[in-house]
């Protein structure tokens, strides 16, 4: 193993990894996925992923899978239901590096572009959280650098069988993460690839075309197994929820429940924060490169990638920033490869005077230091940030009044639980509360036993004949324990 390799994997690590158990869960995907993942555990159910009992059928298993199987070998704590993504980050990055290095580029530019990969803001904070997102990215990745692999060695000649098994294999991860959406982000680039290659080349190679079709085939397997499981367990309204519901539903807007619905523009938007701090070198880079593309098919294809991911999401209905975390290895390849010109002209200027030969005869420092202060803040953030932030955010105080209720001799229901407080009493409470959905059956478990103690969420608190016995606050939403009024 080069040296570039092992101290890609030991800062990696360190990004990844370091301090990742020091805070509760916070916000509504760990709370949700930590619970769903929970009483999957604790149900021994690994077909269909509940949320408080009910059916939750967004999206594919993988990371539930990963996660329970977490809390059963390590326990249940935040840690633990955050190391597969954390983990998915770690492959990614070494994966990046190797496959760069595959190409022929250098292993210092391999280096940057997996550091500055594990140090764009929006994948390093989203890789330390709960969630299917970064396994998401992790597949595409995955499938998108073996497939440009297989089609570069099959262009000249020789074998790609490894290649190939290895697109498969991303293809399975990325589907089994998010469903019909880790089929499209591999296969939007790939389709506009191969028409960009055919027509530079001014020629149709059929083979170049049914190859990858023929091994997402393969890829998509294991997806295929677990639905055919689920469809023993709920039928067809199970698989419609699944592939036509939350896939089909999210990207053309027709399910409104979802949310997450905003304008075409919205991406344009966070075009300003999207890969940062390594924005401008990568906005610098795809203008940089524009007029070389046709001659240079990775650099070709890592703008692809970035582009047509990017149009890809514009158009769907449904809109998060997370959803860009599978554009940031193209972004960190671009950015690195625009530093290394950025590098190579500061080289030619050491050569003469004044501040720019200064900057130049000290450029490899100069590199060292930039990128030794931004791992160094994230992690201070690490350490010390993300636990603060405990105090406004974490649901551990609700569910701790919860479990002391309970062992003073209350029963608890939660009354119209959102996700949040839905997968956090899971989570916390190993156990799955009474779920109240109307307010008869709020007001007749309420007078069934004065012991009997209800929580709800409500930006006003609850009138007569419901009695405000304790609230606590969980960011900007307050959470109520409430038992009925005495009679008079």
């Known amino acids: 193993m080069s040296r570039p390799a092992p101290l890609l994997f030991l800062l990696a690590c360190l990004l990844f990894f370091f301090a990742l158990g020091n805070h509760q869960l916070q916000g509504s995907t760990e709370a949700r996925v930590a619970g769903i993942a929970m009483q999957m555990h604790l149900d021994d159910d690994w077909v269909t992923p509940r949320l408080f009992g009910t059916p939750f059928l967004e999206k594919p298993p993988l990371s539930l899978w990963l996660d329970a199987s977490a809390i059963r070998a390590f326990g249940g704590t935040p840690l633990a239901v955050r190391l597969a993504s954390a983990f998915a980050g770690l492959f990614s990055v070494m994966l990046l590096y190797a496959m760069l290095r595959r190409f022929g580029r250098p292993a210092g530019l391999a280096l940057i572009a997996g550091l500055m990969l594990a140090t764009m803001?929006?994948?390093?904070?989203?890789?330390?959280?709960?969630?299917?997102?970064?396994?998401?990215?992790?597949?595409?990745?995955?499938?998108?650098?073996?497939?440009?692999?297989?089609?570069?060695?099959?262009?000249?000649?020789?074998?790609?069988?490894?290649?190939?098994?290895?697109?498969?294999?991303?293809?399975?991860?990325?589907t089994l993460s998010k469903g019909i959406l880790g089929l499209a982000m591999p296969g939007v680039v790939i389709f506009t690839y191969l028409l960009a290659d055919s027509l530079i080349d001014k020629r149709l190679a059929l083979g170049h075309w049914l190859r990858p079709a023929l091994l997402t085939l393969l890829g998509l397997v294991p997806l295929a197994i677990w639905l055919a499981v689920l469809y023993q367990r709920g039928g067809m309204q199970a698989l419609g929820e699944v592939l036509w519901t939350n896939s089909v539903g999210r990207f053309d807007g027709s399910f409104v429940e979802a949310g997450h619905y905003e304008p075409f523009y919205y991406y344009l938007a966070k075009l300003p924060q999207a890969f940062l701090p390594w924005n401008i070198l990568v906005y610098l880079g795809l203008w940089h490169f524009r007029k070389s593309l046709a001659n240079n098919r990775y650099l070709l294809f890592m703008v692809i990638w970035l582009l047509a991911q990017f149009t890809l999401l514009c158009l769907a209905s449904s809109k998060r920033t997370v959803y860009l975390m599978s554009l940031t290895p193209a972004a960190a390849v671009?950015?690195?490869?625009?530093?290394?010109?950025?590098?190579?002209?500061?080289?030619?200027?050491?050569?003469?005077?004044?501040?720019?030969?200064?900057?130049?005869?000290?450029?490899?420092?100069?590199?060292?230091?930039?990128?030794?202060?931004?791992?160094?803040?994230?992690?201070?953030?690490?350490?010390?940030?993300?636990?603060?932030?405990?105090?406004?955010?974490?649901?551990v105080p609700v569910t701790d009044q919860i479990m002391a209720l309970q062992a003073s001799g209350h029963q608890m229901a939660l009354y119209q639980a959102n996700e949040r407080i839905a997968g956090a009493s899971v989570f916390y409470t190993r156990s799955l509360l009474k779920d109240l959905q109307t307010e008869e059956q709020l007001i007749a478990f309420l007078r069934d036993s004065p012991g009997h103690m209800a929580v709800l969420g409500g930006a006003e608190p609850p009138k007569p004949p419901l009695q405000v016995q304790k609230t606590m606050m969980v960011g900007r939403q307050p959470y109520y324990f409430v038992t009925l009024a005495p009679a008079h």
């Open 334 to 395: 671009l950015a690195a490869e625009y530093g290394a010109v950025l590098y190579q002209r500061l080289a030619q200027r050491s050569a003469s005077t004044g501040f720019w030969s200064a900057l130049g005869q000290r450029r490899k420092g100069l590199v060292t230091t930039v990128m030794a202060l931004v791992i160094g803040a994230y992690l201070v953030n690490a350490q010390w940030a993300a636990p603060r932030a405990d105090r406004e955010l974490s649901f």
């Open 121 to 174: 803001a929006s994948y390093w904070s989203n890789v330390r959280g709960v969630g299917e997102d970064a396994l998401l990215s992790l597949g595409v990745t995955l499938a998108l650098l073996a497939f440009f692999q297989a089609h570069r060695r099959q262009a000249s000649g020789h074998p790609a069988l490894l290649a190939w098994l290895a697109f498969a294999g991303g293809i399975a991860i990325a």
